[in-house]
């Protein structure tokens, strides 16, 4: 068992990640899922139209159990009843940390098509 690599304290870090949390939480729980391979629309409309507290308790439990990190059901409840843009911003930092998917899914052209 490992240990998270940004506690919940740590939402801070990363900038962007903290600002996403706090002004467009409903989004960044969307990207979240996508990243984690849930269904992000189904999420974002939890998250729009009862409550964020679901998908964070859900998401947070995947991430914990995939990368084996201590913890129990409870304390992601009780996170993400009591810290949810916290949470929002502990899972992004933590899959940015251990590397899963780009932040944004974008993709360089290298060559133009000739006409």
Sequence with gaps: MTYWEHPIDDCCFDMGNCMM??????????TNAKRLGENGCCCLILSCLLT?????FMLRKKIRTIHGIRGSDCEDFLCACCFGCCVSCQIANELDARGRQSKYNAQVIVDQPKY
């Design 21 to 30: 949390g706090l002004c467009c939480c409903c989004v960044q729980i969307y």
């Design 52 to 56: 964020p507290l679901i998908p964070n």
